[in-house]
């Protein structure tokens, strides 16, 4: 029967049963493990979005390895063979699968995408009137980037500013995220977090962290000589330790609390006193 | 068919010296760009090492072809040499002293004017303890952000009489001698930066001697 099958029909065939055998590994293997992990509401949300482009993905994938092998070994000619190979043709009916399979694809991903992106947000930067916010009381977080540091700002605590950044478990943050100088880009990888900082501009992104547990934090925008050391450690604490955290904080920013400027979303300092 | 062989000989000929050439000037650059002063690695003395730092305006024809750019210096034998990398041994509490003839720059971001992460929390300036200074007043700071170190310096004020011109400065010039002691951390490349916007003449004071490594940054590798 095997051999009585055209080309298309083996490839078609194949495909489907390689799709098969993958479908559950990318569902129930790769697809839990996915990033940023399942460490808060807006990073499970990411964890989905990634496991539904994999899934849709697998069948194309599975196609294009399958004919690739199979070309490899049924159109393989004997380096004895000096013949001219037969006319390349085009096959409408092929061409017309193709065509509506993927974008059929690409036009479901992008309904998707921008569905489940209304629907929470999904961690990024909204700019400075979110179109999603969520219900219930929820902790200002300002993030200030500048050449090359993050400092943050908690204006529920009297505006203090520290070098450290340290989030209740459970506590629905809104992080407003600016910059004082060029561009960055405030990535929280384990909160599913990332949102640009640009000088000027509240950009604000929302995220609730389910678990108590270290995260990274990393400038994902060229901005300079030390981008590539703009990194740092979150912790996502417990309320008690929270609260303890930030009042010791307060005692020990107590002097540079009078520098500082009132609490704002943006702020716009003198560029330099000597090089404007 | 001769001529036709003679004028893909010659092409290939000027594309192997163009390809030449183009290796020469990248070897050139990247020789350019890796041929910095040596790092610096201070003798220990003990539990502590020393670290003796001069900040100066405009380092100065005789240490940079870039004159009139701001610069950190260190001593070495007693003498001030242009490196901004330097070897320090891990666990260990570095006594830093730092000549400042520098003027007043200020910082961007006010929050950086209190001293964290040294020891004591205290630095001085000019033997007085101090913890924090008016941000409009910052000349530079001597930060290490991965040890949470950050120092502000603070600027000698604008009608200073006796001013440095170019580095190395005098003694007798204008300054203020800030110390203070923090304790490296674990092995590693660690980076070292000045966070005032102090690089004269570039936009918004962060271009220049800022992203240059050898001026206001450089890195601490601790062994």
């Given at each position: 029967m095997w051999s009585s099958w055209s080309h298309g029909r083996r490839v078609a065939v194949l495909t489907i049963v390689v799709t098969i055998i993958l479908l559950p590994i990318m569902i129930f293997v790769l697809g839990p493990n996915m990033p940023p992990g399942?460490?808060?509401?807006?990073?499970?949300?990411?964890?989905?979005?990634?496991?539904?482009?994999?899934?849709?993905?697998?069948?194309?994938?599975?196609?294009?390895?399958?004919?690739?092998?199979?070309?490899?070994?049924?159109?393989?000619?004997?380096?004895?063979?000096?013949?001219?190979?037969?006319?390349?043709?085009?096959?409408?009916?092929?061409?017309?699968?193709?065509?509506?399979?993927?974008?059929?694809?690409?036009?479901?991903?992008?309904?998707?995408?921008?569905?489940?992106?209304?629907?929470?947000?999904?961690?990024?930067?909204?700019?400075?009137?979110?179109?999603?916010?969520?219900?219930?009381?929820?902790?200002?977080?300002?993030?200030?980037?500048?050449?090359?540091?993050?400092?943050?700002?908690?204006?529920?605590?009297?505006?203090?500013?520290?070098?450290?950044?340290?989030?209740?478990?459970?506590?629905?943050?809104?992080?407003?995220?600016?910059?004082?100088?060029?561009?960055?880009?405030?990535?929280?990888?384990?909160?599913?977090?990332?949102?640009?900082?640009?000088?000027?501009?509240?950009?604000?992104?929302?995220?609730?962290?389910?678990?108590?547990r270290s995260f990274d934090i990393r400038c994902a925008e060229l901005c300079g000589l030390w981008h590539g050391y703009m990194f740092d450690t979150g912790y996502v604490v417990t309320q008690s330790q929270f609260t303890t955290w930030i009042a010791q904080q307060q005692r020990l920013y107590a002097k540079s609390m009078k520098d500082l400027p009132p609490f704002a979303y943006t702020y716009a300092p003198d560029p330099t006193f000597r090089a404007g | 068919m001769s001529l036709l062989v003679g004028a893909g000989r010659l092409r290939l000929a000027g594309v192997l010296v163009v390809a030449a050439a183009i290796a020469a000037l990248i070897a050139a650059y990247v020789v350019f760009l890796t041929h910095g002063p040596k790092p610096y690695r201070p003798a220990a003395t003990g539990p502590a090492v020393d670290l003796t730092l001069q900040t100066v305006a405009a380092v100065g024809p005789n240490l940079s072809p870039n004159e009139n750019w701001v610069s950190y210096l260190i001593q070495e034998n007693g003498k001030w040499t242009r490196s901004t990398v330097w070897t320090l041994p891990a666990n260990t509490l570095v006594h830093v002293t730092l000549y400042n003839y520098d003027g007043q720059s200020g910082l961007r971001n006010p929050f950086l004017a209190q001293a964290r992460g040294i020891v004591g929390g205290n630095f001085t300036v000019d033997g007085k303890p101090m913890s924090h200074i008016d941000p409009d007043a910052a000349s530079h700071t001597f930060a290490i952000p991965q040890f949470n170190v950050i120092v502000p310096i603070l600027g000698i004020a604008d009608d200073a009489k006796n001013q440095c011109g170019y580095a190395p400065c005098d003694p007798s010039m204008a300054h203020y001698k800030i110390q203070f002691t923090f304790r490296t951390g674990k092995k590693g490349h660690y980076r070292w930066q000045c966070f005032v916007p102090c690089a004269a003449g570039f936009v918004y004071g962060f271009g220049g001697p800022m992203q240059t490594i050898g001026y206001m940054d450089g890195f601490i590798n601790v062994v």
């Open positions: 399942k460490n808060t509401d807006v990073g499970k949300g990411q964890v989905f979005d990634n496991t539904v482009l994999l899934i849709v993905m697998t069948p194309f994938t599975a196609f294009i390895l399958t004919y690739l092998v199979y070309a490899a070994i049924a159109f393989r000619v004997p380096d004895s063979d000096s013949r001219e190979g037969a006319h390349i043709r085009g096959h409408m009916r092929s061409q017309i699968i193709w065509l509506v399979t993927t974008t059929a694809a690409v036009l479901f991903l992008a309904i998707f995408g921008t569905a489940e992106l209304l629907s929470t947000g999904a961690g990024g930067g909204q700019g400075p009137k979110p179109i999603t916010k969520p219900g219930g009381t929820v902790l200002p977080v300002q993030v200030i980037g500048q050449q090359w540091e993050f400092t943050f700002r908690y204006p529920t605590y009297g505006g203090v500013e520290t070098a450290q950044l340290e989030i209740p478990v459970g506590t629905q943050i809104a992080f407003h995220v600016t910059s004082l100088d060029a561009i960055h880009s405030f990535w929280a990888y384990q909160l599913g977090v990332k949102a640009d900082a640009n000088p000027g501009v509240d950009n604000v992104a929302y995220v609730k962290p389910k678990t108590t | -």
